[in-house]
């Protein structure tokens, strides 16, 4: 049974920092690519940033947020820095496997509240 179990989230003042992290159980994900999402009350899923061999980010939180995978881990991080208020959502990390259309596991979610 594939998990992905997410950690990290909490409160913090805007400016301050979190990093979240995702292990995966279940399969290896060395091949995959990993991501992280977000979703605001009232508002859509959106995504955050994704790692294969190169990464991706939202326009959003480019310049702000670091993900990193750790293969022998089965681990993906997110580290967030300069956080806002508006980063407030609860995020999950998702893996899409080699050859998949779209992420096909997720994770249960962590809340991330961030204080004006």
């Known amino acids: 049974q594939v998990q992905l179990v997410e950690s990290g989230g909490g409160l913090v003042q805007a400016g301050g920092s979190l990093r979240l992290s995702c292990v995966a159980s279940?399969?290896?994900?060395?091949?995959?690519?990993m991501g992280w999402f977000r979703q605001a009350p009232g508002k859509e899923r959106e995504f955050v940033s994704k790692?294969?061999?190169?990464?991706y980010y939202a326009d959003s939180v480019k310049g702000r947020f670091t993900i990193s995978r750790d293969n022998a881990k089965n681990t993906v991080y997110l580290q967030m820095t300069s956080l806002k208020p508006e980063d407030t959502a609860v995020y999950y990390c998702?893996?899409?496997?080699?050859?998949?259309?779209?992420?096909?596991?997720w994770g249960q979610g962590t809340q991330v509240t961030v204080s004006s």
């Open positions: 998702a893996a899409q496997e080699v050859g998949a259309q779209k992420f096909d596991y």
């Open positions: 279940g399969r290896t994900f060395s091949r995959a690519v």
């Open positions: 790692i294969n061999r190169i990464t």
